[in-house]
Nanobody
């Protein structure tokens, strides 16, 4: 089992930015297709972005397009979040998949094998 660890959450004012980080045990993030998800209070888990292990292609859900950017450097995957809104308040999760790419089902979370515990992001209006 791969240990996935998120960090970088916190309290930010509306309009501000945060960058979340994610690392994994084992062979590191370069060995996995990586994803970011969130769960807002009282809501179901929501897909944000996926980064393909083989192609490096980044896919985004409609919720994330335009304000969120996934990237990777060395052994860390990042989620840059800009122009944050109170509605972005959520627990953000990172996930790792043995899949070689972001399959069409990635937004369901089905392709991901291992999940982090989450990091809390609170956007203050």
């Amino acid at each position: 089992q791969v240990q996935v660890q998120e960090s970088g959450g916190g309290l930010v004012e509306a309009g501000g930015s945060l960058r979340l980080s994610c690392t994994t045990s084992g062979y590191g993030v370069n060995a996995y297709t990586m994803g970011w998800f969130r769960q807002r209070p009282g809501k179901e888990r929501e897909a944000l972005s996926c980064l393909s292990r083989t192609s490096g292609r980044a896919d985004y859900s409609k919720s994330a397009q335009g304000r969120f950017t996934i990237s990777k450097a060395k052994n860390t995957v990042y989620l840059q979040m800009n122009n944050l809104e109170p509605e972005d308040t959520a627990t953000y999760f990172c996930a790792a998949a043995m899949y070689a790419y972001c399959a069409t089902s990635w937004e369901s979370g089905a392709i991901f094998d291992d999940w982090g515990q989450g990091t809390q992001v609170t956007v203050d209006s």
